[in-house]
């Protein structure tokens, strides 16, 4: 708790503050103080020592206050878990399934982030990386795939109404700005006969985080780099959540919202599949979530899975 408020106290400040300062702000010994400091270094937060005092380098992180605020205004998920620095917060989700309850795990900083077919994804702070857990959704095996539209459009949605900026969705889970990879969606999820036990949804938004040439196939973008200016990632988050709890279980809505922003519907694409490679024209998706590809033949092609290429044309 100790943490907490120092935390608090050093983000809401914009010059060094002295340990003397800080323990008689919040009623602690000097000792309590510097120890807590270092606890917070250990977990990452990058807090300058001086011989004046402490000073927070770099103010764009969480605390707990924050996600509590956000809580306040939803109900399916009961709690945010906050993390400095995890594996994945996909891993970290595993681990709390046994709870039984809707929760999002939310990480500053990703080692081992990881997107669609186990490919590596870069987790640097400043980005937004979390997991939704939903135990037990009331869907069957089939109705799964709508998870993975909403996800993708709220993501999208939050970015719009937040930043007004003009994000689209790129089949199947590809957020983009401007043509380039902003944000992706990667669904797990365990079926017992034909209900779901849980799924996993890992949401991963380039934010105030620097970003690679390339992701995967494309270009990749962040939201300060499409802005020119550093956003708050709080405000992001908390209409992400709302969005999702609004749209949740909306299947009709969902991939009618879907399809109205989709950069991919319309266009000449190549699709990668496990087994072939297929080129033609993305005309719709069916009642299914497949996308119904349509090829030079005239032969039209539902497709459940792969990798989608958006052609020049």
């Given at each position: 708790m100790q943490e907490e408020k120092i935390l608090k106290f050093l983000k809401e400040s914009h010059q060094i503050i002295s340990g003397e300062t800080i323990a008689k702000a919040l009623n602690i010994s000097r000792v309590s103080v510097w120890k807590a400091i270092k606890k917070l270094k250990e977990k990452g937060y990058p807090i300058k020592t001086t011989?004046?005092?402490?000073?927070?380098?770099?103010?764009?992180?969480?605390?707990?206050?924050?996600?509590?605020?956000?809580?306040?205004?939803?109900?399916?998920?009961?709690?945010?878990?906050?993390?400095?620095?995890?594996?994945?917060?996909?891993?970290?989700?595993?681990?709390?399934?046994?709870?039984?309850?809707?929760?999002?795990?939310?990480?500053?900083?990703?080692?081992?982030?990881?997107?669609?077919?186990?490919?590596?994804?870069?987790?640097?702070?400043?980005?937004?990386?979390?997991?939704?857990?939903?135990?037990?959704?009331?869907?069957?095996?089939?109705?799964?795939?709508?998870?993975?539209?909403?996800?993708?459009?709220?993501?999208?949605?939050?970015?719009?109404?937040?930043?007004?900026?003009?994000?689209?969705?790129?089949?199947?889970?590809?957020?983009?700005?401007?043509?380039?990879?902003?944000?992706?969606?990667?669904?797990?999820?365990?079926?017992?006969?034909?209900?779901?036990?849980?799924?996993?949804?890992?949401?991963?938004?380039?934010?105030?985080?620097?970003?690679?040439?390339?992701?995967?196939?494309?270009?990749?973008?962040?939201?300060?780099?499409?802005?020119?200016q550093e956003v708050d990632r709080a405000s992001l988050l908390e209409k992400l959540l709302i969005n999702f709890e609004t749209l949740y279980l909306k299947k009709k809505e969902i991939l009618n919202l879907w399809k109205e922003f989709s950069e991919t519907l319309g266009k000449e694409v190549k699709i990668l599949t496990s087994s072939s490679t297929l080129i033609g024209l993305a005309l719709d998706l069916d009642e299914e979530g497949r996308l119904l590809l349509k090829t030079k033949e005239g032969e039209i092609i539902p497709i459940s899975s792969g990798d989608c290429l958006h052609l020049r044309t």
């Open positions: 011989k004046k005092g402490y000073f927070l380098e770099d103010k764009d992180f969480f605390i707990e206050e924050d996600l509590n605020k956000i809580l306040e205004k939803i109900s399916l998920f009961k709690k945010i878990y906050l993390f400095p620095e995890t594996t994945s917060t996909m891993d970290v989700a595993k681990s709390h399934i046994e709870k039984g309850e809707n929760a999002v795990f939310l990480a500053e900083r990703q080692t081992k982030g990881r997107g669609r077919l186990g490919r590596s994804w870069e987790s640097q702070r400043g980005g937004l990386w979390l997991t939704l857990l939903l135990y037990k959704p009331p869907l069957n095996l089939k109705e799964a795939f709508f998870l993975n539209y909403l996800s993708s459009l709220v993501t999208a949605k939050a970015m719009i109404e937040t930043f007004n900026l003009p994000a689209r969705l790129k089949w199947p889970n590809d957020v983009l700005l401007f043509g380039k990879k902003v944000a992706g969606v990667l669904l797990e999820i365990k079926a017992e006969v034909d209900s779901l036990e849980y799924a996993l949804i890992g949401i991963g938004i380039n934010v105030n985080n620097p970003v690679l040439e390339k992701k995967f196939m494309i270009p990749a973008i962040s939201i300060k780099e499409a802005i020119g």
